[in-house]
C-alpha cells in the first residue's frame, strides 16, 4: 500500500504554487528600513495590499512597478543574475580551485573582478544578504575568501 504525500492533495492541476507572496513578505520583513521596488506580479499585488506588512508598527514601504520602465529594476535584475552566476561559481569549485582561478586571471579579468569585490564589500554595510547563502560553513569560507583576496 502506498502513502499519499501531504503536501500534494486538492493542488491545482499544472501550478506548481499559487502564491509568492511569502518570498516578497520575507524580503519585506528582512530589510525593513529599506524601499523595496518590485517588478509586476500581478497575482502577488492583491494579496499584498489585503496583508500590508509592518515591522515594529510602522508600515513597511513597497511599490510594484514595471522592470520595462524602471532602470533601477531592470539594474537589480543585472545584479541578481550577477550574484547568481558567481554563487554558482562558488557553488563548483572548491576553495583551492577558487584560489588558482584568482590567481591566474588576465588584467582586464582581475579589474573586473577587483571591481565587483569592492561592490560587494561595500555593500555589507547595506545588507550581509548576500553573504548568508546556503548555510554550508563551507561555503561561507569561499564567500569571506572571495571578499578578502588580495589580488
Do not use: C
Not at 15 to 43: G, M, R
Not at 53 to 61: A, G, H, P, T
Amino acid at each position: 500500500m502506498r502513502s499519499k504525500l501531504p503536501l500534494l492533495e486538492n493542488n491545482v492541476e499544472g501550478e506548481l504554487i499559487d502564491n509568492y507572496s511569502d518570498l516578497y513578505a520575507q524580503s519585506i520583513y528582512s530589510f525593513p528600513n529599506s524601499h523595496h521596488k518590485f517588478d509586476h506580479e500581478y497575482n502577488i499585488e492583491p494579496f499584498l495590499a489585503n496583508n500590508p506588512i509592518y515591522v515594529n508598527d510602522k508600515l513597511v514601504d513597497y511599490i510594484f512597478d514595471d522592470s520595462k520602465h524602471s532602470r533601477l529594476l531592470q539594474l537589480s535584475d543585472l545584479t541578481v543574475g550577477i550574484l547568481r552566476h558567481w554563487m554558482s561559481f562558488l557553488e563548483k569549485n572548491s576553495e583551492s580551485k577558487i584560489s588558482d582561478i584568482l590567481n591566474s586571471l588576465s588584467s582586464n579579468q582581475e579589474t573586473n573582478i577587483r571591481k565587483l569585490q569592492q561592490v560587494m564589500n561595500n555593500s555589507l554595510s547595506e545588507s550581509q544578504g548576500f553573504k548568508i547563502g546556503s548555510g554550508s560553513n563551507t561555503f561561507e569560507n569561499k564567500v569571506s575568501d572571495f571578499l578578502t583576496y588580495k589580488f
